[in-house]
């Protein structure tokens, strides 16, 4: 079926590098993708997203890229810093369509910031 | 900002016994949802509510129920509680302008012994 899924479960950053969490979908109705970030202890709180008419969005020290032609999400944090360390999902719009209610997310990855 | 709260951080029930999680938003969202949230399988719908009095069923919606008798509250109800829902429970909102963003409570971290 069609899924959303993350090439690796965790990822260890030292702090001041550019960290890059990658994400797979399958869906190629999918026109909305977003990312979430999940501190401990906390819900998770939106960070960036990107419409599938898009190739490139950058945020604060947040970019994400889009490539549809291999179905490839990833989501690239500048000059890591301890605060960055959660984990990290990417979600598509299940429904294709730019105003829809539904996410699909992928399994998470977990960013380990080292000092 | 957009507030969803939920009563309890931390829950633990004996099998057998209903449960009821609840939710409240402040920002007068139409859509409510309720994921669990399970180590390596992400977020998985259970149920969303588009509306007051209504409701449908997500990815996995066996063994709960849910609630909207107001638009500001969505509550999930475990019938019967069973092991295998021991889970983290999250509930969101989406609504106004922020029309495809959740916005996520903080969690409840439910145990079934």
């Known amino acids: 079926g069609e899924s959303v899924g993350l090439h690796l479960p965790t990822l260890s950053v030292q702090e001041g590098d550019n960290s890059i969490i990658n994400c797979a979908y399958s869906?190629?109705?999918?026109?909305?993708f977003i990312w979430y970030k999940q501190e401990s202890g906390k819900g998770p709180q939106f960070i960036i997203d990107?419409?599938?008419?898009?190739d490139k969005r950058q945020g604060q020290r947040v970019t994400v890229l889009l490539n549809k032609t291999v179905k490839h999400l990833s989501l690239q944090i500048a000059a890591t810093q301890p605060g960055d360390s959660a984990v990290y999902f990417c979600?598509?719009?299940?429904?294709?369509?730019?105003?829809?209610?539904?996410?699909?997310f992928g399994g998470g990855t977990r960013v380990l910031v080292k000092p | 900002d957009v507030k969803v709260t939920q009563s309890s951080r931390y829950l633990v029930k004996r099998t057998g016994e209903k449960v009821f999680l609840e939710c409240v938003q402040d920002?007068?969202?139409?859509?409510m949802f309720w994921y669990r949230q399970d180590p390596g399988l992400g977020l998985r719908l259970i149920y969303f509510?588009?509306?007051?009095?209504?409701?449908e069923k997500g990815d996995i919606p066996e063994g709960y129920s849910v609630s909207r008798e107001k638009k500001e509250r969505f509550s999930l109800i475990l019938e019967s509680a069973s092991t295998n829902q021991t889970s983290m429970y999250l509930c969101?909102?989406?609504?106004?302008?922020?029309?495809?963003?959740?916005?996520f409570g903080s969690g409840t971290q439910l145990s079934v012994l």
């Open positions: 979600a598509e719009n299940k429904s294709g369509k730019a105003a829809g209610n539904k996410l699909t």
């Open positions: 869906n190629s109705a999918s026109d909305y």
């Open positions: 990107i419409r599938s008419n898009m």
């Open positions: 920002m007068d969202h139409e859509n």
């Open positions: 509510s588009y509306d007051v009095k209504m409701k």
């Open positions: 969101a909102s989406i609504g106004g302008r922020e029309n495809e963003k959740l916005f």
